[in-house]
């Protein structure tokens, strides 16, 4: 009997050991999605000013996953750009209208709405994408707005 409750309480242990690891291994850095790529000088990048604030991206997302360039700079919060395989063309330009971009915040709007901006795409190298942006975010009530200027990314895109 005592044989059968160790056996059995050794298998209880595994199981949960193993559920939990498998759990955490779902999670990326910092409590984001598992597939958030750091970002480096070479590879995925996102740069801009918030206000006149530098900001700058630690871990981006694979644009072709999400369907969005999102770039997070502050734990979750994350600046969001629209994305579309098409646009990748040299010197094309997108305007945002209503809910094209958007930014998140520690502060009592957290979402802002990008409906007045600009997105240029600036090079197209084999799997890689490069563009500028800048955009003012409103708050859901309009009472209030932010500015993200001098914006910069760096993407790779999947398999065309």
Request: hydrophobic share 40%; charged share 20%.
């Amino acid at each position: 009997m005592m044989r059968k409750i160790i056996v059995l309480s050794t298998t209880i242990i595994l199981f949960f050991s193993t559920a939990q690891k498998s759990i955490a291994q779902k999670n990326g850095p910092n409590g984001l999605p598992a597939s958030a790529i750091a970002t480096s000088a070479s590879g995925y990048s996102m740069t801009a000013k918030i206000n006149g604030k530098d900001c700058k991206a630690s871990f981006m997302m694979p644009a072709d996953e999400t369907g969005q360039i999102v770039g997070f700079y502050s734990g979750d919060k994350y600046i969001g750009l629209p994305y579309d395989r098409k646009y990748f063309v040299a010197g094309k330009k997108i305007s945002f209208s209503d809910q094209n971009a958007d930014l998140t915040t520690n502060d009592e709007v957290q979402v802002w709405n990008g409906r007045k901006g600009e997105m240029v795409i600036t090079k197209v190298t084999g799997k890689w994408a490069e563009g500028t942006f800048f955009f003012t975010g409103y708050s859901y009530d309009n009472k209030k707005s932010i500015t993200v200027t001098n914006g910069f990314f760096r993407i790779a895109f999947g398999n065309w």
